[in-house]
């Protein structure tokens, strides 16, 4: 048992950290508008409450999207089923619909929408406290918490309607229940790893490689049990599905009597669906070029950037010597992992494996695919650090840590209030992001709110707006004009107004080709957010440059 003084300073220091977490998630969401596909998940959720309706965002199973519903249910959002996007299962439109044609107001529903994804991040933020504090001790257990609560990419997308988080959650409360039945070698504990499992398996399909990845982890650390093994996954398995044909019970009851045949059933449609995207490609950007199938080290090189500066000069440090003293300390590398605890495993076996499943794909849309990997490194980091203390001498330990928690503060805080938008120290920091990646790690269309702020605060009267993004811009006080294309040179000749262009179309993601080089080719006096750009375009007319501060 612990020192009781050990429990309360822990307590107390997680409460903090994961109070300011909260905070600062709740202060960055009152200044965004809805992110790009933030609409189409809320009223798919609501949906799937209200009707039952998998029709919507079938590519995501329903437990987010249901549960961003759920606080809208006492206000009784109205559903514009009479539309044509209903039928069509045009998620953007209709999410669009549902945010500003409604009886309730469009703050009230995406800040309603956004709280059970800030209450998952913040629950996550627990877990890693609770199971690295069992694991490695209070201290390592605090530094892993701190990580986690000041990382910029979960403070974005832990305020934003969508799916990510809430996989990430799943993703490494179903592996530390898998690490407990390893170690107890509990039948119930592995029922329990089931239960969380089949709560991944709702969250994303990418939980998918779960399965397999217990198993790899079970036989690396006890290779001869195989019957036992196998025992043990049909439990995990069939819980699981009881839980996934739970979660879309509507189309499960009809499929079991015979009236849905059971291809058509939404989890293997989400499924198809999830196969032909990744099959065809997405558009995506990287260091200035575009593509459609992507690039193998899209991944590595957002880890690189958009990664804290301190948790990967750690990660770079820590890991390498990590895996050659285990390599040096036993001659077969089977050994050494049959001889590695479960705990160890399981920090390093699932997030390579689902790093190493991103970056086989061609879907590269952003940091937010990557999130499931960084609860596991940052208990992984912070347990090496604290085991390495012994080691090193109490003042030189004392200086590290003071200088990863400082350097970490000082990029969180220099990122506030644009989270989405973070880049790491080392790549150059947030203001030049779009030289490495745009879309959903800096651009997602969340910017509008801050825009119109911007304007008022520096009278800008007009802008000509070439927009990435689902929101309505007229309810946000914008009446723009359209923003030429870079051959229509007429337009351009007459323009009165501010361009102002988002980031992801400025580099041709989802435009035709050039569309906006024109404006590539001159410097902005303002970027919006980080996210959208404006330029001074009327001779004459405006004599102002960028000013000082931030946007």
């Known amino acids: 048992m612990p020192p009781r003084e050990d429990n309360a300073w822990f307590a107390c220091a997680v409460a903090l950290m994961l109070t300011a977490m909260g905070i600062l998630m709740v202060a960055s969401s009152l200044e965004e508008n809805d992110a790009y596909d933030e609409g189409g998940h809320l009223v798919a959720g609501y949906a799937r409450l209200r009707l039952g309706e998998y029709g919507f965002n079938t590519e995501h199973p329903p437990l987010g999207n249901a549960l961003s519903a759920l606080p809208l249910l006492p206000l009784n959002p109205r559903l514009a089923t009479e539309h044509p996007s209903w039928r069509q299962s045009a998620a953007p439109i209709a999410g669009a619909l549902f945010l500003y044609r409604n009886r309730v107001r469009p703050e009230t529903l995406l800040f309603l929408g956004r709280l059970p994804t800030m209450l998952l991040t913040l629950a996550l933020g627990v877990v890693i406290a609770l199971w690295a504090r069992a694991r490695f001790g209070p201290a390592a257990a ?36 898998w690490e407990k039945y390893l170690v107890t070698r509990n039948w119930k504990h592995a029922l329990t790893a089931g239960v969380l499992l089949g709560l991944a398996l709702l969250s994303k399909f990418s ?17 001869r049990e195989k019957a ?6 049909a439990l995990a398995g069939v819980i699981a ?51 459609e199938k992507g690039w193998w080290y899209y991944f590595p090189v957002v880890f690189a950037v958009k990664t804290p500066s301190a948790v990967l000069l750690l990660a770079l440090a820590a890991i390498p010597a990590g895996i050659v003293a285990a390599v040096r300390r036993r001659k077969r590398l089977l050994q050494t992992f049959v001889s590695v605890e479960p705990k160890w495993l399981i920090l390093t076996v699932p997030p390579a494996a689902y790093f190493a499943m991103s970056v086989a794909s061609s879907i590269n849309i952003g940091v937010r695919h990557l999130l499931p990997v960084y609860p596991f490194l940052h208990v992984l980091l912070a347990a090496v650090l604290f085991r390495a203390r012994a080691a090193a001498p109490r003042k030189a330990f004392a200086a590290i840590l003071l200088a990863v928690v400082v350097l970490q503060t000082a990029e969180t805080a220099n990122a506030h209030p644009d989270y989405l938008a973070f880049f790491n120290t080392l790549s150059g920091a947030s203001a030049r992001g779009d030289r490495y990646l745009v879309d959903s790690n800096l651009d997602w269309g969340q910017a509008v709110k801050k825009l119109r702020g911007y304007m008022d605060a520096h009278s800008i009267d007009s802008v000509c707006l070439a927009y990435f993004g689902t929101t309505d811009v007229a309810y946000w006080g914008l009446r723009p004009r359209k923003l030429p294309l870079t051959w229509e040179l007429d337009q351009r000749r007459n323009m009165n107004c501010v361009a102002a262009v988002s980031a992801t179309l400025l580099h041709d993601v989802y435009v035709q080709s050039g569309s906006y080089a ?9 970027r919006v957010g980080n996210s959208i750009y404006l330029y001074e375009i009327a001779s004459g007319r405006l004599s102002r440059t960028a000013p000082s501060g931030r946007p």
């Open 228 to 233: 036992r093994l196998a025992a043990a996954l």
């Open 142 to 177: 605090a530094l892993a918490t701190f990580f986690y609560a000041a990382d910029p990419s979960f403070l974005a997308h832990g305020h934003y309607i969508t799916t990510d988080v809430i996989a990430a959650l799943f993703i490494f409360t179903a592996c530390i229940g």
């Open 207 to 223: 939980t998918l490689f779960l399965l397999p990845i217990f198993a790899i982890v079970y036989l690396l650390h006890r290779p």
């Open 241 to 291: 599905a009881v839980i996934v044909g739970s979660g879309y019970w509507p189309e499960t009851r009809r499929a079991l009597s015979g009236e849905l045949p059971l291809d058509r059933h939404s989890y293997l449609v989400g499924l198809r669906l999830v196969a032909e995207h990744s099959r065809d490609g997405h558009p995506a950007y990287l260091l200035g070029r575009v593509s």
């Open 518 to 526: 024109w404006l590539r080719e001159r410097e902005p006096f303002a």
